[in-house]
């Protein structure tokens, strides 16, 4: 739960309440099995696409009642959703060039059980005018960590690592951001098969083992490692086929030396990108880090290690959760949407112009009538609307509003 302000141009977000709600037992397996080409079922998608947008309505009340405040006083929710499938490079499909990605949790239910406002489908837009889609939180980080004195890196530890690159005193259009490579991703997916645990607490099980050089050497000579930015990957890319991989290349080392050796990747290719496609031109002062591969501590020290004597500090530093930042940029993406204001920067996604990202799904309250639905928010939504018809208008382009 996010307050924002802005004045004078400048954008301040401040976090008042946050809170972790697990996935039942037994989803998470059963939304990666649906995520994968030849397991997947699309009536399951179809189904979960409803589920998960009541799980998380079910959340956001919860995370009302913990903050203490009514529903009622929340303008916007910007949902992120979960991702199923990305495919960021355009494929001719009859005749067509399919560029797409796709998030399950939909924002209409969400919108219609908790009666907020709601965002969501964030990528689609930046895809539909050739970009990746990603990543998008290089907005949020030129908005609230620029700095004009310093330049820095802001490595997000996700199920992807993905930097952004804020120079000092530049301007947003500068900024410069893409996905290095996997982070938790292949770490989680072997503490998962070697050792039946969801991740590897804290590093303990890649410190006692030893990174095995041949295994290392053929990680780091996967092609998307030499494609030059903007770029973007995902599941799609490194997840079970990359995973199933590491465990045939790797066939008799320890199961210690299998998650140390995927720990090093994550590290060395942060640090590797980090050297092709930055260090060239921009030479940063210092590191900010966030994510959940934050609390890995052994991959904290590798990455300390290669980037030395950068400083590589947790977000924390800077008085934002080193968990919820990506929660936080949604919620500031969600606010740009319903102000009408293009928030992917083409610089990092590669799309051909700035574009306004989201979808905005609007409730009904169940206890007023229709004719009585919250008129402080449809006056917002009114006003939304002329702010995007002078957008659109500014870019001379014809728009159709659905």
């Given at each position: 739960?996010?307050?924002?302000?802005?004045?004078?141009g400048?954008?301040?977000?401040r976090?008042?309440?946050?809170?972790?709600?697990?996935?039942?037992?037994?989803?998470?397996?059963?939304i990666?099995?649906?995520?994968?080409?030849?397991?997947?079922?699309?009536d399951?998608?179809t189904?979960?696409?409803a589920?998960l947008?009541?799980?998380?309505?079910e959340?956001?009340v919860?995370l009302?009642?913990r903050?203490g405040?009514s529903?009622?006083?929340?303008?916007?929710?910007?949902s992120?959703?979960?991702?199923?499938?990305?495919?960021?490079?355009a494929?001719?499909?009859?005749?067509?060039?399919?560029?797409s990605t796709?998030?399950?949790?939909?924002?209409?239910?969400i919108?219609?059980h908790?009666?907020?406002?709601?965002?969501g489908?964030?990528?689609?837009?930046?895809?539909?005018?050739?970009?990746?889609?990603?990543?998008?939180?290089?907005?949020?980080d030129?908005?609230?960590?620029?700095?004009?004195?310093?330049?820095?890196?802001l490595?997000?530890?996700?199920?992807?690592?993905?930097?952004?690159?804020?120079?000092?005193?530049?301007?947003?259009?500068?900024?410069?951001?893409?996905?290095?490579?996997?982070?938790?991703?292949?770490?989680d997916a072997?503490?998962?098969r070697?050792?039946?645990?969801?991740?590897?607490?804290?590093?303990?099980?890649?410190r006692s083992?030893?990174?095995?050089?041949?295994?290392?050497?053929?990680?780091?000579?996967h092609?998307?490692?030499?494609?030059?930015?903007p770029?973007?990957?995902?599941?799609?890319?490194?997840?079970?086929?990359?995973?199933?991989g590491?465990?045939r290349?790797?066939?008799?080392a320890q199961p210690?030396?299998?998650?140390?050796?995927?720990?090093?990747?994550?590290?060395?290719?942060?640090?590797?990108q980090?050297?092709?496609?930055?260090r060239p031109t921009?030479?940063?002062d210092?590191?900010l880090?966030?994510?959940g591969g934050?609390?890995?501590r052994?991959?904290m020290?590798?990455?300390?290690?290669h980037?030395?004597p950068?400083?590589?500090?947790?977000i924390?530093?800077?008085?934002?959760?080193v968990?919820?930042?990506e929660a936080?940029?949604?919620a500031?993406?969600?606010?740009?949407t319903?102000l009408?204001?293009?928030?992917n920067?083409?610089?990092?996604?590669?799309a051909?112009?700035?574009?306004?990202?989201?979808?905005i799904?609007?409730?009904?309250?169940?206890?007023?009538?229709?004719?009585?639905?919250?008129?402080?928010?449809?006056?917002?939504?009114?006003d939304?609307?002329?702010?995007?018809?002078?957008?659109?208008?500014?870019?001379?382009r014809?728009?159709?509003?659905?």
């Amino acid at each position: 739960l996010v307050r924002i302000s802005e004045r004078s141009g400048a954008t301040t977000g401040r976090e008042i309440a946050s809170l972790h709600r697990s996935y039942p037992r037994g989803l998470r397996e059963y939304i990666l099995h649906n995520s994968l080409p030849g397991s997947s079922s699309v009536d399951v998608i179809t189904r979960l696409n409803a589920a998960l947008g009541q799980f998380f309505a079910e959340t956001v009340v919860r995370l009302a009642r913990r903050a203490g405040i009514s529903l009622s006083s929340i303008d916007v929710i910007g949902s992120h959703g979960q991702t199923v499938h990305h495919l960021p490079d355009a494929r001719p499909l009859f005749g067509l060039a399919s560029r797409s990605t796709l998030q399950i949790g939909d924002p209409s239910v969400i919108a219609q059980h908790t009666g907020v406002i709601t965002v969501g489908d964030f990528r689609t837009a930046d895809m539909a005018v050739g970009g990746q889609g990603a990543p998008l939180v290089p907005y949020l980080d030129a908005l609230l960590f620029r700095s004009p004195s310093r330049s820095r890196l802001l490595l997000n530890l996700g199920g992807i690592a993905n930097f952004t690159v804020v120079p000092a005193a530049t301007k947003r259009q500068k900024v410069r951001a893409f996905d290095t490579g996997p982070a938790n991703m292949v770490i989680d997916a072997l503490a998962e098969r070697l050792f039946g645990v969801p991740f590897d607490r804290g590093g303990r099980r890649a410190r006692s083992g030893t990174a095995v050089p041949t295994l290392l050497r053929w990680m780091m000579s996967h092609p998307y490692l030499d494609r030059r930015p903007p770029k973007s990957t995902g599941r799609e890319v490194f997840g079970a086929m990359f995973v199933d991989g590491i465990l045939r290349r790797g066939r008799g080392a320890q199961p210690e030396d299998l998650i140390a050796t995927a720990t090093e990747f994550t590290a060395f290719s942060v640090f590797d990108q980090y050297r092709r496609f930055v260090r060239p031109t921009v030479r940063c002062d210092e590191m900010l880090v966030s994510g959940g591969g934050a609390h890995n501590r052994f991959l904290m020290q590798r990455l300390q290690a290669h980037f030395a004597p950068l400083p590589v500090r947790l977000i924390a530093a800077e008085g934002f959760s080193v968990d919820t930042k990506e929660a936080i940029l949604f919620a500031v993406l969600a606010r740009a949407t319903v102000l009408g204001r293009p928030a992917n920067l083409p610089s990092v996604t590669g799309a051909a112009r700035p574009v306004i990202l989201g979808k905005i799904c609007v409730p009904c309250r169940p206890f007023v009538s229709p004719e009585a639905c919250d008129q402080r928010k449809a006056r917002h939504i009114a006003d939304s609307a002329r702010d995007r018809h002078r957008v659109w208008h500014r870019h001379s382009r014809p728009a159709l509003l659905c």
